[in-house]
């Protein structure tokens, strides 16, 4: 993404985070001190889903719904934040994506492995799961036709993700027989949109680990909090009116926290790579293994991340400082020297960087994830703002002991399973959000 686009990102987070923020202030709040307690689960799918197509689809989404109904499919209401659909879909766009979240594996079947030869009435209890499907299609074909409607200038900047997309479309390139060919065919289109849209889910899903993380652990909070006021405090107190260019850079303590948390839970415990059309040599404890063509490789991540020999023995531990540039005593510091290290979120000079391939949760190479750097800018804007604001803490209901909570929140982080598309949490950890 270019530096316009983040930009984007950043100013459309803020805002996301400011109304969440508000909404919580009005519908949670515990006493007179503005104490806030809640299970921030839905509320953080919600904003992530709301970056997501505002930033890469150009589709504005209201953190709070809007009571009417989208009367029509013209697309300047169809994509309102309305509670009821428009005609001809059986969901709103937050409906289907909110759905499509908790109902992944059963859209997969009812739509993927199912045969198409047999009507879709032979299977009434995927229903659901069929006009999910359906709709998404429809509302990513919407805004591919209203893309192409408003004509593609290829002097000027792409603004969203899926301008890039058709921009890609109308590209043109050379097929084997040497006629032009676009880049992107329509169906490529509207799949690459699909995997845009289901990937806020694991944003959603690492910030979630990262709040319980910072509830946990008061000390790395503090840590964090006091490098954001560091970078913020000459700055106006209203984050709408801060400037990415100036202190997104400096914002090295959130980042710290995102690197870290992706660390230890990753949004992808494995990831699968294949040879392609030829084969290729890995060697291991000097021992070389030759992979024939067309063979999948199973890259265990988690183990990769918890590894001492590139983390050193206290690899299990939650230290988000071990990647700050400052603690010259991090075991990464061994690493400043080497050139070409490089993964997503080092590529700046305040951060330390593992071996190469060491620290991989966004996959590595020309088939990493496309949206990394979309993540990393969200982030670390969402903990600025918050953090700025509030410090977060577990929830303790009357007649609890705080250490019995923090236990709870244990066994939840260490019972966390690929859920759906990404790795999260089963159980729910209440948080309380205390005023600075």
Known sequence: MSEKNNALVWRETVLQTTQMLQYWSEQYTTDS??????????DVLKLTLNVLCSAGFGVQLPFKPSPDAATNTT?????RDARKPPPG???TLRGVMEYMTGHWNSIFIANAMLPKSIPRAFFPFYRDDFAAYDDLGQYLRAMIAQVDS?????????HNVLQGLIRARHSLGRSEDGS????????EVLGNAHVFMLAHESTGATIRFALVLMAMHQDIQEWMYQSVCDVVREYPTDPQNWDYAVIYPKLVGPLCVMLETMRLYPPAPVIIKTTGQSSADVTYQERTILLPPHS???MNITSLHYSPEYWGNDATVYDPSRWDKRNVDSFLARNDDQPGLAAAGLEYPTIHKPVRGAYIPFSDGIRSCLGKKFAQVEFVTLFAVVFSRYRVDIAVAAGQKRSECVARAEKALDESVCFALSLDMIDDVPLSFHPR
Do not use: E
């Not at 697309?75 to 994509?79: D, E, L, R």
């Not at 408003?150 to 792409?158: A, I, L, M, Q, T």
């Not at 032009?180 to 169906?187: A, G, H, K, M, V």
């Open 75 to 79: 697309v300047a209401t169809m994509f």
């Open 150 to 158: 408003d004509g593609v200038d290829h002097s000027r900047p792409y």
């Open 296 to 298: 999948n490789v199973s």
């Open 89 to 91: 879909f059986q969901f």
């Open 33 to 42: 001190a503005g104490r806030i307690q809640l299970s921030p689960k839905d």
């Open 180 to 187: 032009q060919t676009s880049s992107l065919s329509d169906i």
